[in-house]
């Protein structure tokens, strides 16, 4: 076999495989443990999901822990989004 067969092969495999796996698995970085990660998405409101999945990529590739990447960003949420409540509450 040659080179450029291999690599054909590697990337046949790789699609095959990418293609029997769930959807949400195929989404999430590739991190050691992604337990925690798929546990901080299932926790996370439906409204922050594909934010929450973004900050999982940018800490990442930033080399931080996606998963206390993405509890951080909805208790941030949760936070702005209480404060900016009480601010219309007291307008009004």
Known sequence: MTTIQIF???LVSAVSTEQTM???ERLLPPV???RR???ELRLTPRHLKEDALQEAWLAHL????????VNTFVVREKRHRKRNQQLWEDEA
Do not use: V
């Not at 930033?62 to 990447?69: E, K, L, Y």
């Open 8 to 10: 054909i092969d590697s």
């Open 22 to 24: 769930p959807r949400s």
């Open 32 to 34: 050691e443990d992604s």
């Open 37 to 39: 990660l798929a546990l």
């Open 62 to 69: 930033d080399g931080r822990d996606p998963a206390r990447a």
